[in-house]
């Protein structure tokens, strides 16, 4: 084992080394989180242009920021030696970069680009808020070296992004019920599908989240089973999570029936994503356990 | 026509509460308060101590807690009532709705009333539409039987009809994990050890016996703005593991457990290094109980004599996470204590005692400081139920892929013939409403209208019917 002299020695180059490394990957984290805001202006401009170059300048300043989000956590990733998302800034990177793969992917499948102003909204503050985090590089602590980090964070932060897509189409739902039933539409509103069909795509959204959170927390489990020694141990985030699931399995037995499709299952998905929030925030940051890392 | 309004016989008592207990609102009720519970045990610190909840929150705020209980949520005979209300609630909606809902039979159908329909009038004679239509509806994946009723060519379709069966099983899923914690609850068991490098231990509900050959436990700095800190960045415990079917000696590390034959788990939890002092008198050595082993906090009283000294921790590279941030590393490990006379230390300060050293601590007794001990925290766990926990989710995930993802679809097609021609009429329903199917439906009627229509035969690359003009009514 070195001495203490050894250690420090080491410890003055590693920070010099490693302050220079977080520079590079933080320019690349910036370049996304500006781009990210000129997607979410042209998606605007969506609502109100429907013509297809604009479009396709959304499309590729979506794609654009997701190559630089890319570039940035695989810079951390090289610089660290460990997957980027061991730290609430990392992971926050990892949401946010899922919620716009998924909300490319969503659009050509459903063409629910008329979200985007949303999506981008919540996701490019989550991403800015991130910055305030980051703590540079660190090595791992034990209990997360493991090849469980590899899969079970980035499906359960995939299941976030998935159901902060669903959240946005939620909120359009009850804005486009509103003028339904009021008989007059706000401009901005008036090429978004009828509300019945956002009700589908928010089902859909909902469905894929839902699936995704499963086999998150049940690769959380295999992985607790392996660093604690048992599969559940009642822990904050175990906890908080299967309170979304328990509110998002709610939301899917509620659209088994017509009557209470729509509104009840759109307030019922914003619950779910208030519950997501409190999983993610409240108990990495407020609760101490054996999940809180910051 | 009887004008009077007559109400319904009232039904049993069961019947109601079956009723009640099949209706898909009542476990989206029950999930709500599970949820809600959930997040009451997560908001609130878990099997603390009552002080806890006053020290932590406002008075009427731990008294709340303290008489509701909620200090213990997730063990809670209610929180358990929840999931038992749920496995009830299923297993009589199983037997009442989702076994019993069967897909809708073939016979003619009012094609009109069905909310998804659509027609077109060809040019093609009746025959040559009937079997243009079969042959669209089998490539776009149904299965379909035909029958003449009336003089109209009828098919009755289907797609993904096995994906009915994913409510099923999604359900048939979470029993079995049910029943895979209960089985762990009941005849599973779990304990720890702490065991000294070189000691032995018996392993409680078995015959084993584990002995803790070495410890290692490497460490890496942490630069903080507070200054360096260390953290633990491996610990790993080379043990032997004895008994009448055992005989091994694996390495156990932190995300890397031991299983035992008999399937128990044994796991790296903690670990730390207890100070080891010899003691003399006048010169002799004395054996004291406890002095080869200290931990934080012992207390140990010099024989013949109103001394003793209180050991605190250790301090140095052998465990240099005890080091304090901004606090330097000593070069050597050395022993913190304090040695009492009647009770009241003899220091203001308390001692520092490199290991190799030796300090007079009164009436002819002495301390030499010897290398630490290291010892390993581990603890085991035996859980008979596991594997059913895991069958029951792959299940519960393989449901949930069938039953979100699949939709399963019955058509209808009637094919007359429209004097000129012939007429062709098709209706979809689902086993989820329509407006799930509506996008899919005006795709698939395009696909069927441009079968059906003569272009089709004449032009090489026929274009696509733009989706304006399907008539499909939701
Ligand atoms: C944690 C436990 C449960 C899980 C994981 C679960 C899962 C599911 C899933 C995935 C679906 C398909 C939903 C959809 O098509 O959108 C479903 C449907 C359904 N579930 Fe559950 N369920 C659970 C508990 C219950 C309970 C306790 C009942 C008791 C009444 C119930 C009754 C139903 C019914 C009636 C349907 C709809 C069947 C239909 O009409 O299509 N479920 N469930």
Known sequence: MPDGGAYSQYNSNAAAAMSAHSLQYMEWYLAAVIIYVFAFAVFVGWLFFRNRAVLIGGVALASAGVICQVASLGLRWFYSGHVPWNDLYGSLSVVVLWTVVLFLIFGARFSIWYAGPIVFAVADALLAYASGWNKGLEPLVPSLKSYWIVYHVPIVLAAYAAFLISFATSVLYLYKRRAELAGTTPRWLADVPPSSKLDVVTYRVVAVGEILLTIGIVLGALWAHDAWGSYWQWDPKETAALASWLVYAAYLHMHTRPSWQGFNSAVTSIVGFASILFCYFGVNIWISGLHSYK | ?474
Not at chain 2, 149 to 162: C, M, P, Q, V
């Open chain 2, 1 to 474: 026509m009887s004008t009077a309004v007559r109400g319904r016989p009232p039904k049993p008592i069961v019947e109601e509460i079956l009723d009640v207990l099949s209706n898909v609102l009542f476990p989206v009720g029950v999930f709500c308060v599970w949820a809600a519970a959930t997040t009451v045990g997560t908001l609130i610190d878990q099997n603390q101590t009552p002080d806890h909840y006053y020290a932590e929150y406002p008075a009427p705020v731990a008294n709340l807690v303290v008489r509701l209980h909620l200090d213990g949520v997730f063990h809670s005979v209610p929180y358990i009532a929840l999931v038992v209300l749920l496995l009830v609630s299923m297993t009589v909606c199983t037997f009442r709705r989702v076994i019993p809902k069967r897909f809708p039979p073939d016979r003619a159908v009012p094609i009109d009333h069905f909310a998804l329909h659509a027609s077109v009038s060809t040019p093609k004679s009746q025959d040559e539409a009937a079997r243009a239509s079969d042959l669209y509806l089998r490539k776009r994946g149904f299965i379909i039987r035909t029958q003449e009723i009336d003089g109209a060519h009828w098919t009755f379709a289907h797609s993904r009809k096995w994906a009915r069966y994913g409510v099923l099983i999604a359900h048939l899923g979470f029993v079995i994990l049910c029943l895979g914690v209960f089985l762990g609850w009941r005849y599973g068991y779990r304990g720890a050890l702490q065991v000294f490098e070189g000691q032995t231990v018996a392993i409680e509900h078995t015959p084993l016996q584990l002995t803790l050959d070495k410890f290692t436990a490497e460490f890496e700095p942490i630069r903080t703005p507070t200054g360096v800190f260390y953290q633990a960045s491996k610990f790993e415990s080379d043990v032997t593991v004895a008994g009448p079917d055992d005989h091994a000696a694996p390495n156990i590390l932190v995300n890397h457990p031991y299983q035992t034959s008999a399937g128990v788990y044994i796991y790296q939890a903690s670990y730390g290094f207890a100070g080891r002092m010899a003691v003399t008198r006048n010169g002799k050595p004395v054996a004291l109980d406890g002095a080869q082993r200290l931990m934080p906090l012992d207390e140990l009283l010099f024989p013949g004599t109103s001394r003793g000294f209180q050991y605190m921790t250790m301090a140095g590279p052998s465990d240099p996470s005890q080091v304090p941030p901004g606090v330097a590393l000593p070069a050597h490990d050395e022993y913190v204590f304090w040695a009492f006379h009647d009770n009241i230390p003899t220091t203001d300060k308390p001692i520092f005692l490199p290991v190799g050293k030796s300090v007079d601590v009164g009436d002819g007794y002495r301390l030499t400081a010897l290398s630490p001990i290291a010892w390993s925290g581990l603890t085991y766990r035996s859980d008979p139920g596991e594997s059913f926990v895991g069958a029951g989710v792959a299940i519960l995930i393989a449901g949930f892929v069938i039953s979100l993802f699949f939709l399963p679809v019955k058509l209808y097609a009637r094919i007359r013939d429209g004097a000129p021609g012939a007429r062709a009429d098709v209706a979809v329903t689902t086993t989820k409403g329509n407006a799930m199917y509506e996008d899919e439906f005006a795709d698939l009627v395009a696909g069927w209208r441009s079968a059906l229509s003569t272009e089709m035969s004449k032009q090489t690359a026929p274009a696509p019917p733009s989706a304006g003009t399907v008539n499909a009514h939701a």
